[in-house]
């Protein structure tokens, strides 16, 4: 009897030091004499702004599916959707029932707040690597990919616009109420699809432009627009142009019409990708802000720039 429970200690214990050798003992990441650890995307990767993923999808009282969003209907703690390929550097790893969640950092998304991925997502790799491959794609190509996301809903945080369909699998529905309905109504939100405004320009040019507008500001090269009317501004622009300030852009796709997502449209139409006129878009924006040459937090009027990156 000692010696079967001695086999079967020892099977034990080399099916834990296999399982941490291979990578997969998620309780053991971290431990590894202080190196830097990190985890490549193998899917476009939500990338939130709290440690507690699970909960944004699931009630823990009631364990029924849910869509935890704001009065305003966002998920606020998406912060972007992190590209195929993505380097991220593991900081901490946290375990929900059997998901676990990792803190992490990424170049590709600077932030002053704590980021987290559910590990699903990625896998871990032993040595740095490069990271994806962040090639700007020519300007024809980013135009006919923004103007094919038009029609598509405004989501916050957004910038895979045809949505993440294994999250269904990673935090799947289940038999809930009125199943059906439930999928009919949230599918879209919960698979994140859509994109928001400076999310389709980032998918459109694969992740080389920054991904939020306080940075985007500052892209590129600057146009010289102050004091200039509406008309004379229309003389200097060119497709792909962006009139931007911090907390909105707007793309000029061509002389004639913008595209851009909105949450919701000043005419009461439904937020979401829209391409509209030019100059009607400019005089509405110049009514309200000052064009500038260079963009400042710091001051107290409402502005606007336009950058060229190409």
Request: hydrophobic share 35%; charged share 30%; glycine share 8%.
């Amino acid at each position: 009897m000692d010696v079967l429970k001695t086999k079967v200690g020892i099977l034990v214990l080399s099916i834990i030091l296999l399982v941490q050798f291979v990578g997969l003992a998620d309780d053991n990441i971290g431990v590894n004499d202080g190196e830097e650890q990190y985890f490549r995307a193998i899917l476009p990767t939500p990338v939130y702004s709290i440690k507690e993923i699970p909960s944004l999808y699931y009630d823990y009282d009631t364990l029924q599916p849910r869509i935890k969003t704001d009065e305003k209907g966002h998920i606020r703690e998406l912060e972007y959707i992190a590209l195929k390929d993505t380097k991220f550097r593991f900081i901490n790893s946290y375990k929900f029932g059997r998901i676990y969640v990792y803190e992490v950092e990424t170049s590709d998304y600077p932030s002053n707040k704590k980021l987290y991925i559910d590990s699903n997502f990625v896998v871990r790799c032993l040595k740095d690597f490069p990271g994806r491959d962040k090639t700007m794609p020519p300007r024809e190509d980013i135009l006919a990919s923004i103007r094919s996301m038009v029609g598509l809903p405004y989501r916050w945080g957004g910038n895979y616009a045809d949505g993440i369909e294994q999250l269904l699998k990673f935090y799947p529905i289940g038999d809930c109420v009125n199943r059906d309905e439930f999928i009919r109504k949230n599918k879209k939100i919960w698979t994140l699809e859509g994109v928001d405004c400076s999310g389709m320009l980032y998918q459109a040019a694969n992740g080389a432009t920054p991904r939020n507008t306080s940075q985007l500001v500052e892209y590129g090269e600057g146009l010289d627009i102050e004091g200039l009317g509406v008309e004379q501004i229309l003389q200097k622009l060119e497709p792909l142009d962006l009139i931007v300030w911090s907390g909105h852009v707007v793309v000029v796709y061509d002389k004639e019409s913008v595209i851009e997502s909105r949450p919701r449209y000043s005419d009461g139409g439904k937020g979401g990708v829209r391409i509209h006129s030019l100059k009607k878009r400019l005089k509405d924006i110049i009514s309200t802000r000052k064009p500038v040459n260079e963009y400042s937090n710091s001051s107290k009027d409402k502005q606007f720039v336009i950058r060229r990156f190409l």
